[in-house]
């Protein structure tokens, strides 16, 4: 090799990597991406389709806190739940958001540590969506608790009773996992914006702007012997947060499969849940980040090449899944137990048979075919609907899986559940308070990591010529 | 950081003693000189230059810029960020407090017969032990990230030059610091000068 002669230099119109052809065809450099993306923040300028959003989402929000109101006066009493279905839509619905923010920590953390670049013009909103959904999952636990007031309870402390939480329980479990999850999103999201918080403080030439992003900043200077510790930081909280998610879901899995309830005491349940966890969230940031792409005309940096990978990793995930359900029916059948196969058949077949082949629909039939069309994945209208399809399905694979207690072992303790009024005002306020704080962020903080984006520029622009965070880290 | 160099007058600014009438002489201020600040347009003039000056012999030096720049680092002879082992202590020490809180409450605070298992039944222990173990180690990371970078600070000399607000946007700078023992306002300057800069400024503290 070392006699091989030099191969002939690689042309440089077009570099490295796909997604970063219309950064380079239309002509993008340092100030022009600080532009892009911080003036969107700094000049409050809006497009409709933010508002249409905004006061959408605001006007659920609404809606929570009326249901939140008359649920800390009345009781959980109001919601649909009974003694089969003690938890009902408050961990379908828990369950559901956690999923969706699964996908922000995958694309921040798996993707980076995978050297995979075009994550680096969805991250940054990716993981402000993990944040969001984490939040409106928390919410749910804490409602169903009866007096959330005493919600510290969860947590070992100190106190006069002598008393501490029982440390071999998932829901135990559950609690350190969705805490050290919120919180450690929070940082690594927190992390990667304090050099754009300091570009933006630099930027802005209002004096409030000046002033609160200058507190944000937290004095962020760019000196070079930070910096490489910064990347030292965002590398091992890439490589910690890859198991933590991982991690997460799984231990949300065992809140049932640790049960002996026939269909949910089951060893793929981890792996089954982490995939359809990926799966929704990833049809999440794709349904939102098309219409912010097209409203404020980022199209150089959400690629339609971007939109194509999501859809490939959906098409993966949408088919382990799919093994999922194969397999939770074809063990119940070969495993010869009466219960799992009575389950079964109760389930595809039952009473609720309804909801579990909108299911086979919605996640498994329609976007397994349609994905497989690289037009499909790279046309906006009908990638939309493929997402929203994928989080109906995935919502209904939770009250699928809840479903189940209404029809286990004995006939005598099967039961009935529907949902009342306020189990769904519930359900649409944390949409609301999802899509608010969403769209809040839009407005207040850049939706693009601009130091990220500047580095993947090719050096002859005065970018870092696709170098990115943690390949020069040590 | 505040130090006042050889060479440079060693009065102090003096405080506006009380009393004194608006128009009353102040003693003479002398501003302190931060130290020089050069700027470049790309990374790769500002890691050169880095490494010109490390080479000429500077040691209280530091380069700036929007992203990035690892040959910079290097050039500063700081290889290898200490973060790794402040995180894997801050890691090591949630994981065992997490394993020995567990331990303590299930075994002798609060011992509870779930099933006849035994109190210690440590496997289950494991999945709160591992989220300790991630909870701490990014805690420390953030915590410890500022902690040794000093931030956050909101007064830094460098903030005093206008131009240094394209150091988050699209400039390279190289300060070379008063501190440095090598450091002489005229002969930095020529020096700096010399590795073609866009511009040479002074900064003040």
New interface residues.
């Given amino acids: 090799m070392a006699t091989a002669e030099l191969p002939p230099a690689r042309s440089t119109e077009l570099p490295l990597e796909p997604e970063m052809h219309p950064l380079v065809q239309n002509k993008h450099?340092?100030?022009s991406v600080?532009d892009a993306i911080g003036e969107v923040v700094l000049k409050g300028e809006h497009p409709r389709g933010w508002w249409i959003g905004f006061l959408a989402g605001f006007a659920m929000l609404q809606v929570l806190a009326i249901a939140v109101c008359w649920l800390f006066y009345v009781g959980v009493g109001i919601w649909g739940i009974n003694v089969p279905t003690a938890w009902g839509f408050a961990i379908v619905n828990f369950v559901w958001w956690i999923g969706i923010g699964h996908a922000g920590t995958l694309i921040s953390a798996i993707l980076l540590l995978l050297h995979q670049k075009w994550r680096t013009s969805i991250n940054r909103f990716s993981e402000a969506m993990t944040i969001f959904a984490v939040m409106c999952a928390g919410l749910f636990p804490l409602l169903h608790m009866g007096r959330p007031w005493f919600f510290y309870w969860l947590y070992?402390f100190p106190n006069v009773a002598?008393?501490?939480?029982?440390?071999?329980s998932?829901l135990?479990?559950d609690v350190?996992?969705v805490?050290?999850y919120f919180?450690?999103s929070l940082?690594?999201w927190?992390?990667g914006l304090v050099?754009d918080l300091?570009?933006l403080?630099?930027?802005a030439r209002k004096r409030w702007q000046q002033i609160v992003y200058?507190?944000l900043a937290?004095?962020?200077?760019?000196?070079?012997?930070?910096?490489?510790?910064?990347?030292?930081?965002y590398l091992?909280?890439g490589g910690?947060?890859t198991?933590?998610v991982l991690?997460v879901h799984t231990?949300v899995s065992?809140d049932f499969a640790v049960s002996i309830v026939p269909l949910w005491h089951a060893t793929i349940f981890p792996p089954f849940f982490v995939a359809g966890a990926i799966y929704s969230g990833f049809a999440m940031v794709v349904a939102i980040a098309l219409p912010v792409r097209k409203w404020y005309k980022l199209e150089d940096f959400f690629t339609d090449h971007h939109m194509d990978i999501m859809g490939k990793v959906m098409l993966t995930t949408g088919f382990l899944v799919t093994y999922g359900y194969f397999s939770e029916a074809y063990m119940a059948w070969y495993g010869h137990s009466l219960y799992e196969w009575g389950t079964t058949l109760e389930r595809m077949f039952g009473p609720y048979a309804w909801t579990y082949w909108i299911l086979i629909f919605t996640n498994c039939v329609f976007p397994l075919t349609a994905l497989w069309s690289k037009k499909i994945r790279t046309s906006p209208f009908w990638l939309e609907l493929v997402c929203i399809s994928v989080l109906i399905g995935m919502w209904f694979e939770r009250y699928v899986i809840v479903i189940t207690l209404t029809r286990e072992y004995v006939p005598a303790g099967w039961g009935h559940y529907s949902p009342t009024f306020w189990d769904y005002a519930t359900m649409i306020g944390s949409l609301g308070l999802f899509l608010t704080l969403f769209f809040l962020f839009l407005r207040y903080l850049p939706m693009i990591s601009i130091?990220?984006m500047?580095?993947l520029l090719p050096?002859k622009q005065?970018?870092?010529g696709g170098?990115s965070?943690m390949?020069?880290?040590? | 950081m505040s130090t006042v160099t050889p060479g440079t007058p060693t009065t102090a600014p003096l405080h506006h003693a009380p009393g004194q009438g608006e128009h009353a002489t102040q003693a003479p201020l002398v501003p302190v000189t931060y130290g020089l600040l050069a700027m470049f347009e790309t990374g790769d003039a500002m890691s050169h230059a880095v490494a010109k000056a490390v080479e000429a012999g500077y040691t209280h030096l530091d380069a700036y810029s929007p992203y990035p720049v690892g040959e910079a680092a290097d050039a500063l002879k700081f290889p290898k960020s200490e973060m790794g082992p402040v995180m894997f202590i801050g890691g090591l020490t949630g994981a065992c407090a997490g394993f020995i809180m567990q331990y303590w409450a299930n075994t002798w605070g609060y011992a509870l017969n779930i099933g006849g298992r035994p109190y210690f039944s440590w496997p289950s222990f494991v999945p709160i032990t591992f989220e300790m173990m991630v909870l701490t180690t990014a805690l420390t990371g953030l915590f410890g990230l500022l902690a040794i970078c000093g931030l956050p600070r909101y007064h830094h000399p460098l903030f005093n030059s206008k131009a240094f607000e394209r150091a988050t946007r699209d400039r390279f700078f190289v300060c070379i610091e008063a501190t440095d023992p090598k450091f002489n306002l005229a002969d930095t300057r020529a020096f700096l000068n010399g590795l073609h800069p866009l511009s040479v400024e002074e900064v003040m503290e």
């Avoid at chain 1, 937290?218 to 930081?233: D, M, P, Q, T």
């Avoid at chain 1, 390949?471 to 040590?474: I, L, S, V």
């Fill in positions: 450099d340092l100030v600080g070992p002598g008393v501490w939480p029982q440390f071999r998932p135990t479990w350190f996992a805490t050290t919180t450690v940082v690594f927190y992390i050099p300091a570009a403080r630099d930027q200058g507190l937290l004095g962020w200077r760019g000196s070079a012997i930070h910096w490489r510790r910064y990347e030292k930081v091992i909280l910690i947060s198991p933590l991690s231990v065992f130091t990220e500047r580095e050096k005065g970018g870092g170098h965070i390949e020069n880290a040590p």
